[in-house]
């Protein structure tokens, strides 16, 4: 693996339009994006079976550290297009701001599917 993979609920139309952003953030391909439900990440990454990793985005980085959450989605931001994407990824990290970032990730996540529409015609603001 050369450059991270973000792992995140393919099922869920929220979290994909949320790769579909990320996506088109990142023209230059500085990450990998699999579903946790893809026969490829199956085969390639079975560790994210475990339930620990259940329930919200982890991006695996090529030296093998594991960030969930709010963490993953923090340094996600930092490979992305645009220096107020790096800039708020970098925030989010900061000891403070961590904290509070945590909460938000975790409401965030027990309510996405209150966020998502019926299919993946809506688009994040």
Not at 51 to 74: H, V
Request: aromatic letters at 14%.
């Amino acid at each position: 693996m050369t450059k991270p993979v973000v792992i995140y609920d393919g099922e869920c139309p929220f979290c994909r339009r949320a790769i579909a952003w990320y996506r088109a953030h990142d023209p230059a391909g500085h990450m990998e994006y699999l579903s946790r439900q893809s026969p490829e990440r199956l085969r390639r990454y079975p560790i994210f079976d475990d339930p620990k990793y259940q329930g919200s985005i982890q991006l695996l980085m090529p030296e093998g550290a594991i960030f969930s959450g709010a963490e993953a989605t923090g340094r996600t931001l930092t490979y992305l297009h645009g220096w107020r994407w790096r800039w708020l990824g970098a925030c989010i990290q900061w000891p403070g701001i961590r904290s509070l970032a945590r909460i938000g990730y975790r409401w965030i996540a027990k309510n996405r599917h209150r966020f998502a529409c019926k299919d993946d015609s809506c688009r994040l603001p």
